[in-house]
Every structure is written in structure tokens, then in C-alpha cells.
């Protein structure tokens, strides 16, 4: 099923974006994973499975979901202890340069500072300042320093899919819900979206294009250069023509 080119007739004003996987190939996957030994079976802890119940959540929230799915008994008492070990493991990853920008994301991120939108970091991740401080641009500037505000790792009362998170990043640069886009890969993320009023925008890198179409994204693409940036100003949500895609 090809993407919707014409969703959601509304007039955007800001963009928010989620940070892992869709800023950043960031090593998040790979740390849980191999903070489970001891825990679960890390052969379970699979990219779908990550995709389905842990990403896009806060930390503990996912710790106890993967545990709880993957059968163990004790995942409520056990999820701070692995929680913690998957932060240690996080923190050693990014200190190592373990991660990379997705250059596509970069791209888009000029492309609507440069078409007057505002753009907004919102990631549950805690380590995502201290990844997209170490990505540095051509220009000598950090990846970080592209958006207008960063509300990543902040404390709301729940997590994805609660919109409390893009809520926030929508106030931060009064623009009502009604007129922001959230990009995101995760379907938490893509509810959250939806729950808050705002449309939503589905990265799919993982060849997940199903799961977010599901969520409820209102387009889905498989890479950003897909988007039509201009169409944004009038309302509409929508992919470029196959030739315009494939520019740089």
C-alpha cells in the first residue's frame, strides 16, 4: 500500500522529532540486548520486538516491558537493575562513537529551517543531547544546534503514547498541537502523536512500514527525502514525485 500523498489538510507550523532512529542510528537496540544477559534470553530481544515494546518508551517503562514479554516472573523487581545496566552500556557506546546521523534527517532539518518552520527535539532518551552533541556538521556546528528548542529526557508524568511529551515541545515554541507534525518510528511514538492532536509523520527504516501505517501515521516513508517540504505551507502532508526524492 502505497503512502497517503495528500493526508491531513492542515497548516503546519513546526515539526518535532524523535531522536533515535530517525535523527540518529543510535545504539539503543544493541545496549538493552546485551544488558539482558542474566535477565532473559537476549536471542528474544530481536529489532521487532525492540520496534513493537521498547522503543520510543522511557527507560524504565521499556526495561520492564521487555522483561515482562520475555517471561520473566520477576520483571517489575528485576526492571531498575536492568534498567541500569542497559544505561551503563548505553553510556560506553556513545563515549566509543557507536551511532551515526542519518543524512537524510539532516537534510530535512535544513530544509524546514529553511522553509520557516520551527523544529523540536523530543526524545524520551536521556542520552540523546549528549549523541547529537557529538555529531558535527560541515559547517562546525552540532547536529543539536539545527533546532529551535530540545525537550528530550524531560520528566512528564507518563511516557509514549501519553502526547504529554510532544505537548510540551509544542508549547515550547507556541505552536498549537494542531499545527505540528511529529516524525517518528516507533508506533508508541505515532500514537502519542496522534493522542495529542498533532499529525504524524512514520519513518520506516526497518522495513516496519506496516506497524506505523497501523499506529495511525498519517504518512509513511521510507526515507525523509520523501517528503514534500514545500507542500507543508499549504496544508498538505504528502511525498515529492519519485524524481524530486532522489535529489540531494
Same mark, same amino acid.
Given at each position: 500500500?502505497?503512502?497517503?500523498? =495528500?493526508?491531513?489538510?492542515?497548516?503546519?507550523?513546526?515539526?518535532?522529532?524523535?531522536?533515535?532512529?530517525?535523527?540518529?542510528?543510535?545504539?539503543?537496540?544493541? @545496549?538493552?540486548?546485551?544488558?539482558? !544477559?542474566?535477565?532473559?534470553?537476549?536471542? +528474544?530481544?530481536?529489532?521487532?520486538?525492540?520496534?513493537?515494546?521498547?522503543?520510543?518508551?522511557?527507560?524504565?517503562?521499556?526495561?520492564?516491558?521487555?522483561?515482562?514479554?520475555? $517471561?520473566?516472573?520477576?520483571?517489575?523487581?528485576?526492571?531498575?537493575?536492568?534498567?541500569?545496566?542497559?544505561?551503563?552500556?548505553?553510556?560506553?557506546?556513545?563515549? /566509543?562513537?557507536?551511532?551515526?546521523?542519518?543524512?537524510?534527517?539532516?537534510?530535512?532539518?535544513?530544509?524546514?529551517?529553511? !522553509?520557516?518552520?520551527?523544529?523540536?527535539?523530543?526524545?524520551?532518551?536521556?542520552?540523546? =543531547?549528549?549523541?547529537? @552533541?557529538?555529531?558535527?556538521?560541515? =559547517? +562546525?556546528?552540532?547536529?543539536?544546534?539545527?533546532?529551535?528548542?530540545?525537550?528530550?529526557?524531560?520528566?512528564?508524568?507518563?511516557?509514549?503514547?501519553?502526547?504529554?511529551?510532544?505537548?510540551?515541545?509544542?508549547?515550547?515554541?507556541?505552536?498549537?498541537?494542531?499545527?505540528?507534525?511529529?516524525? /517518528?518510528?516507533?508506533?508508541?511514538?505515532?500514537?502519542?502523536?496522534?493522542?495529542?492532536?498533532?499529525?504524524?509523520?512514520?519513518?520506516?527504516?526497518?522495513?516496519?512500514?506496516?506497524?506505523?501505517?497501523?499506529?495511525?501515521?498519517?504518512?509513511?516513508?521510507?526515507?525523509? =527525502?520523501?517528503?514534500?517540504?514545500?507542500?507543508? $505551507?499549504? $496544508?498538505?502532508?504528502?511525498?515529492?514525485?519519485?524524481?524530486?526524492?532522489?535529489?540531494?
Amino acid at each position: 500500500m502505497p503512502p497517503n500523498r =495528500d493526508a491531513v489538510p492542515r497548516m503546519l507550523s513546526a515539526v518535532i522529532f524523535d531522536v533515535d532512529g530517525v535523527l540518529v542510528d543510535s545504539p539503543h537496540e544493541q @545496549a538493552w540486548r546485551e544488558a539482558l !544477559a542474566g535477565f532473559a534470553d537476549p536471542a +528474544g530481544f530481536t529489532t521487532a520486538f525492540y520496534q513493537a515494546h521498547v522503543a520510543g518508551k522511557p527507560r524504565l517503562e521499556g526495561a520492564r516491558a521487555a522483561l515482562e514479554r520475555l $517471561g520473566d516472573a520477576e520483571a517489575a523487581s528485576h526492571a531498575t537493575a536492568f534498567a541500569e545496566r542497559k544505561q551503563a552500556v548505553i553510556n560506553r557506546l556513545i563515549a /566509543e562513537d557507536r551511532f551515526v546521523a542519518f543524512p537524510d534527517a539532516i537534510r530535512l532539518a535544513v530544509a524546514l529551517r529553511d !522553509a520557516g518552520l520551527r523544529i523540536v527535539l523530543a526524545s524520551s532518551s536521556k542520552n540523546a =543531547d549528549a549523541m547529537l @552533541a557529538r555529531v558535527i556538521l560541515p =559547517d +562546525g556546528r552540532t547536529l543539536r544546534s539545527l533546532f529551535d528548542a530540545d525537550v528530550s529526557g524531560r520528566d512528564v508524568p507518563r511516557g509514549k503514547p501519553d502526547p504529554g511529551l510532544f505537548q510540551l515541545a509544542a508549547k515550547t515554541v507556541n505552536v498549537p498541537p494542531a499545527r505540528c507534525l511529529v516524525v /517518528e518510528d516507533t508506533p508508541a511514538g505515532i500514537r502519542a502523536a496522534q493522542a495529542g492532536g498533532m499529525a504524524s509523520l512514520g519513518i520506516a527504516r526497518l522495513g516496519d512500514e506496516a506497524l506505523l501505517r497501523a499506529a495511525g501515521a498519517d504518512l509513511v516513508v521510507t526515507s525523509l =527525502d520523501q517528503l514534500d517540504v514545500a507542500a507543508l $505551507g499549504s $496544508g498538505s502532508l504528502r511525498t515529492r514525485s519519485v524524481e524530486a526524492a532522489h535529489e540531494p
